[in-house]
Nanobody, 126 residues
């Protein structure tokens, strides 16, 4: 059973930075997809970024050039470095894992991910 635990959320002013972490345990899959999604109050969950087990990375247009996804395989941890944060980035951020077949298209189709963390809150003030 895969378990995902996010951390690193908090409150920052616009223009600031945060780094989210997602500790992953319980998986032995070699062909997977890991991603970050977010959901603001009243909005649908949206994909932010994802990384395939082959290293291919996809970003949502809204975060390109500001956010960076990375993973440390030795630590079984996925990261999301968020720079130049905007109030529109305020949301609950979720880590997601697809255990077979790697990232599919559309990359941010949330039903494709079969494991989810509980989320970590990010609040950006103007």
């Amino acid at each position: 059973q895969v378990q995902l635990v996010e951390s690193g959320g908090g409150s920052v002013q616009a223009g600031g930075s945060l780094r989210l972490s997602c500790a992953v345990s319980g998986y032995t899959y070699s062909n997977y997809c890991m991603g970050w999604f977010r959901q603001a109050p009243g909005n649908d969950r949206e994909g932010v970024t994802a990384v395939d087990s082959d290293g291919t990375i996809t970003y949502a247009d809204s975060v390109k050039g500001r956010f960076t996804i990375s993973k440390d395989n030795a630590k079984n941890t996925l990261y999301l470095q968020m720079n130049s944060l905007k109030p529109d980035d305020t949301a609950m951020y979720y880590c997601a894992f697809r255990s077979h077949g790697g990232c599919i298209i559309p990359t941010f189709w949330s039903p494709a991910y079969n494991y989810w963390g509980r989320g970590t809150q990010v609040t950006v003030s103007s």
